[in-house]
Structures are given as C-alpha cells and as structure tokens.
C-alpha cells in the first residue's frame, strides 16, 4: 500500500458530476428543473428559503480568494462616488445649467484634492513588502466604484500592485472601475456581507468626504471599535473642514451619547503622507501580523 493510495480522492468531484449530469437530455424526466442537481438550478438557489446558503456563499467566495491571494491584511478606503478628479473640475462646472448645479459643481471641484490624496496613500500602501512567505499586507481595498474608490485602486494599478474592488449590485448601473485587479473584482447582492469583507482583513481604513453610504460604513466601523466588537485600527479621517462642517463630533461627547475617549478613535489627516506616518506611528514592525 501506498501513500498516494490513502491519499488520493475516492469520490469524483462534482465538477465532473455536473458535466455528466449536464449531458444528460431526452426525456421527460431530464429536462425537469426538479432533476437538476441543485448546485445548478439557479431557480432554486434564488428562492427566498435559500436566502441563509447565498449568504453563506457571499461570505465563502470572497474569503476563498483572498486566501490563495495570500492577502493577509488589507488597508481599506472609504468616500464619495461623486468627486472629480481634479483635470474634470473645471468641465464640471461648465457643465451646470443652474446656478444650484454650478454651486454644488464647484463644492465638489474644492474636494478634487482627495482623489489624488487617496491615490498617493494607495500609491504608499501597495508599495509594502511582501513577507518572505508570501503574504501581502495593506492590499488596496475599495468599494470598486468612481471617484475614490477609483482613486485608491488607481494608485495601487500606478505601481503595478494588485488591488481590490467590492462591488454592489445597484438598481442603477455601478460596475467595476478599470484600476480592480479582475481576479480579485467581487460583486456583492448584500450589503451585510459586502461591509463585512471590508472589514475582516483591515489593519488600516481611510475615510474621505462622502456620503450616506460613506457615512453608514464608517459609522459602523467606529460603533465596532467603540464596543469592543473589533480591535482598533488606524481610522484616518480626510477633510476636517468637510467632517466638522457636517457633524459635530464634539456636540456629540458634550451631549453625553458618546465617550470625550471615543474621539481618540479618530486621525485627523489631511495628506497621504500625513496617513502613512500615522499608520507607522500605530504599528511598530514587531506588531505586524505574519502568515497564518
């Protein structure tokens, strides 16, 4: 007897299965959709009782490929899907019929800076070393759509390191920006498990002027550390004109709702530089996680 005797795979995958199963045509019987396996009876697999298993397989996929990836940690970028990049301001503007489109044009032209912040950071992040295993750390990691999200995956692209995209299915049309590396571009039905991925393998996240979704994934970030639910990371709050303007974090600790400490969850930055030193100053090098 040997090893590979007691190794090798006794059952036939299922890939094989499905190719003789598929071949199968004829009768009655065959052409059923209550013969197909279920595996590839994609009726079956979206009717509302299998709800729990599409769950399961949104929080499978993506953790699978991550893994033969070698993506240890990711540093995650959060922001609106609105702004220009700073070459498209000025056409923006010109663009505006109304004097409330032109306003709202040279509001988000002003922020057009953090387009080429949160390249620049992304452009740093994918530049650190891979371990001497091969595992990566600080990948760049966006929700996959325009403007900054755009921007991080770009900077990443801009130094030839691979990048993430996390997309979600939208009534209106959301694909992926051309900057995701394609093999690691996922699409999401729940947002549950999309704002989950973001966050299992987070060592650092950037958040740059947004809005309610930007709002909702950073919100809940700071509600997870602030509860013990999550370790805290680097939270690198871009814009403190925009944020202070927007919400009162101060009114909130003076009113009693949140703690005077839970402020200190937050790093005000205001460049990419500024949000490297930051992270360094939180992860001495013996902090790093290795591979698992």
Known sequence: MTKKEIEERKFRPAREEAGDA???TGTAQTQSAAYRLAFQDTEFLLREDLRPVRFQLELLKPQLLMDEARIESTFVFYGS???????QVQARIDAAVTPQQRRIAENLGRKARYYEEARRL??????YPVTPAGCRHFVVCSGGGPSIMEAANRGADDVGQTTIGMNIVLPHEQAPNRFVTPDLSFQFHYFALRKMHFLLRARALAVFPGGFGTFDEFFELLTLIQTGKMKPIPVLLFGRDFWTRVIDFEALAEE??????DLDLITWVETAEEGWSAVQRFYADDDMPGCD
Request: no cysteine; charged share 25%; proline share 14%.
């Open 256 to 261: 009693g709702v949140i703690s005077p400490a």
């Open 22 to 24: 598929a071949r199968q």
């Open 122 to 127: 992304a452009r740093i992040a994918a530049e």
């Open 81 to 87: 899907a609105r702004i220009p990049e700073p070459d």
